[in-house]
């Protein structure tokens, strides 16, 4: 009696304890709503499961989580053909449903003769893995499951994290901590971390992990680091997740010894073919290669007067055997053209329908670097006869990196709703990356890792609301931001709607906050050299140009802006006419984009009715604004959650606020230096001098 008494006890106040934000989204805390709790115990008392492969029992294991710490019951396991009821998981009799493909599910429920019933079905075991999960996010989020009729398929076929990890564990441009890969310890000790990885991604449908960074390694290819790589492999199988590697192109010299690594040479091709042999013995699945390649340093197939197509291919031949495939990136740029923006476009746009069918070129989501706000890349107009992938960066390199509460749905939605009009009107992005628009039955989504090895994976609680969102959206590339935010946060924190609402408000405003305060109409890449924290508009010591900020901003007596009109560099010209036409006439150009494509006088005229200079100063203060309402609001919160991850959030937001007003007093009284007119009255008056932020030198910022 006593021991049941103190299972309840334990089991409605376990909400209350602390956190350490180690359990992401799959925290699975009891069920509050009597009603719900009533109902889904009744689906879940017992549990018929058809299959013994070792997904089928991560599906056991999963469930029986999730309905101990939420229904507080361990669901009775059946394995029989016997009259059932209760939770249904597979079928007996497996018949192939076209409409589930390789991943999706169908969950269906309802009662039979009274008693409550719900069937999952899918073609794989991967696929009940996808529903179950599902399911049990209904019930974390506080959804009725009594009558469900859901057929549910992934919209994007590779759905990918990226990391940026070094084999001594650093991360490039991460803020989470050393990498989660201990490759040192690998493969005879597994962290326990590398199954609770797979199951997270497994639970918002992430299938693939490229282990290693683009400024790639040869090392990760030689027999002991392969070893390694499959120990990763194999855990992750289970889970539905392959493994993919960064190939370094130089990798015939360093490793095999050759003289050359010029990819039509016979001796590379065959290097590479023995290579990849030796992978695919190991890992029989093994995904393919990432390939970061004449690119800031790295070696390329241009270093032999080759093509990107020359390299992508000899790699994908090598790969095609064994069903692999490349992802080839477009990120390119070197002194040699007027614009960086115009650069990926002016070497892929004539490689189109050069490439093999097994490659994919990813393409970051704007023309230059993950910037707060970007247009989308010109070349996801530009290339019919190639499957272009999406490239986001979730870790916050230019959002804020480790401090700032960022949410990215927003930035991802405004970029895959943008029309190219390579097909007339309505040939969105969206339809571009998931291969509607040009018949590609091959898609991919990326998103650079922010995983490292902090307790809570993401380091800011928030940045794990950028990871879950990557994961919902390629399954389901038309959910809103809203609608991930609402899931992120019933499941991470509660199902209360005076938590809820006033949090996902907050996040909902949070990315503009960050262009407000960073980057506002247009400006872009103004950040410090190097390690990108903390503003540093005046930059312009180093050698390139485009490395310069004054080279992003162009502010002068005359104005401020990149002139990227026919006036100007015309790299407006990449995009469609109906595109262009949005953004040419200075007049008509939305404002957020302003500065991106005009260099417009200190007086020109904004569509508030405003001079540019003083909304310059309205957007920087309103971005301050804004943060300090994110702390007010934050604080009201205080009964909802628990005060670990709430005085850390608080603690994060207060930082969030001394960087915004930094960003905030450095800019406009660096730019004020150009305009030479007074902060409007109304504003806040910097309490610095210019020279005291220019002053500001921070050496070890994380992930340089
Ligand atoms: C830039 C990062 C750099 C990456 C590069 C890339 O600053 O660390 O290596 O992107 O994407 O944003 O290759």
Redesign the pocket.
């Known amino acids: 009696m006593r021991i049941l008494l103190l299972a309840i006890i334990t089991f409605v106040f376990s909400s209350l304890k602390a956190e350490d934000g180690y359990e992401l989204w799959l925290r699975y805390k009891p069920v509050e709503n009597k009603n719900l709790l009533t109902s889904y115990r009744s689906f879940l008392k017992e549990i018929n499961i058809y299959g013994k492969s070792e997904t089928m029992q991560i599906i056991k294991d999963e469930l029986k989580k999730a309905s101990l710490g939420m229904l507080g019951q361990t669901p009775v396991f059946k394995s029989t053909t016997q009259k059932t009821f209760g939770l249904i998981i597979g079928s007996p009799k497996k018949t192939e449903n076209s409409n589930f493909g390789q991943e999706g599910f169908a969950i269906n429920s309802g009662t039979i003769d009274g008693k409550a019933i719900i069937y999952i079905y899918a073609n794989t075991d991967i696929g009940l893995l996808y529903g179950v999960f599902h399911l049990i996010r209904l019930m974390q989020t506080g959804q009725q499951i009594a009558m469900l009729n859901i057929i549910s398929t992934p919209k994007i076929k590779l759905r990918i994290l990226d990391h ?1 990890d070094n084999l001594n564990r650093t991360v ?2 991460g803020y989470a901590g050393f990498s989660i890969w201990d490759w040192h310890k690998l493969p005879d000790y597994i962290d326990k971390r590398y199954i609770d990885y797979a199951r997270a991604n497994a639970s918002i449908g992430i299938n693939s992990t490229v282990l290693t960074n ?2 790639a390694n040869a090392v990760v290819l030689t027999k002991p680091y392969l070893e390694k790589v499959k120990a990763l492999a194999d855990l992750f199988r289970p889970y539905g997740i392959k493994v993919y590697l960064t190939a370094r192109f130089s990798a015939p010299i360093e490793l095999g010894k050759l003289k050359t690594a010029d990819p039509l040479n016979d001796t590379v091709q065959l290097w590479w073919k023995q290579k990849i042999k030796e992978v695919y013995e190991l890992i029989p699945d093994f995904g393919g290669f990432l390939v ?1 390649a004449n ?2 340093g790295q070696p390329g197939p241009q270093d032999y007067n080759r093509t990107h197509a020359d390299g992508a291919n000899m790699l994908a031949d090598a790969v095609a055997p064994f069903n692999g495939i490349i992802m080839w ?1 477009a ?1 390119v740029y070197s002194s040699s053209s007027n614009d960086r923006f115009k650069q990926a476009y002016e070497e892929f746009k004539p490689l189109d329908g050069k490439f093999r069918k097994n490659v994919l070129l990813q393409v ?1 989501n704007g023309p230059i ?2 910037q707060p706000r970007e247009p989308f890349s010109p070349l996801f107009g530009a290339m019919p006869q190639t499957p272009l992938m999406m490239e986001f960066q979730l870790t916050q ?1 230019y959002l804020g990196q480790g401090t700032h509460l960022v949410f990215e749905a927003p930035l991802f939605k405004e970029v895959l709703n943008a029309d190219t009009y390579s097909k007339g009107k309505g040939s969105t992005v969206t339809k571009v990356i998931d291969g509607s628009l040009n018949n590609f039955s091959l898609s991919g989504i990326a998103g650079v890792s922010n995983i490292g090895n902090d307790i809570n994976w993401c380091s800011h609680p928030f940045a794990q609301a950028n990871w879950y969102a990557l994961g919902r959206l390629c399954w389901d590339i038309n959910l809103s931001s809203a609608q991930i935010a609402d899931e992120w946060i019933r499941q991470t924190f509660s199902n209360d709607p005076s938590f809820v609402e006033p949090v996902k408000k907050i996040m909902l405003q949070s990315r503009e906050t960050l262009v407000n305060y960073m980057t506002p109409l247009g400006l872009t890449h103004i950040m410090y050299n190097g390690h ?1 924290y903390g503003p540093m508009p005046w930059g312009n010591t180093l050698n390139r140009p485009d490395w310069n900020p004054v080279y992003y901003h162009k502010a002068d007596a005359s104005g401020i802006g990149f002139d990227r009109t026919s006036n100007g560099t015309n790299a407006l010209a990449q995009y469609a006419v109906e595109v262009q036409n949005e953004f040419s006439d200075i007049n008509k150009c939305p404002d957020e984009f302003l500065l991106w494509f005009h260099h417009a006088s200190w007086d020109h005229k904004m569509h508030s009715g405003r001079t540019l200079w003083d909304e310059l100063c309205n957007k920087y203060n309103s971005g301050v604004d804004s943060v300090r309402s994110f702390i007010k609001q934050w604080d009201s919160l205080k009964k909802y959650i628990d005060e670990d991850r709430l005085t850390q959030v608080d603690q994060l937001l207060n930082i969030q606020l001394k960087e915004a007003i930094w960003w905030r007093n450095a800019c406009l009284l660096y730019f004020q230096t150009f305009s030479k007119m007074p902060i409007p009255t109304q504003y806040e008056k910097p309490d610095k001098t210019l020279e005291y932020y220019q002053n500001i030198r921070i050496l070890y910022a994380p992930g340089n």
Do not use: G, T
Request: glycine content about 0%; overall charge neutral; charged content about 55%.
């Open positions: 940026w490039e441009r683009v400024n970061k690119s800031e990136r990120f970051k670097d993950f390199e990108h």
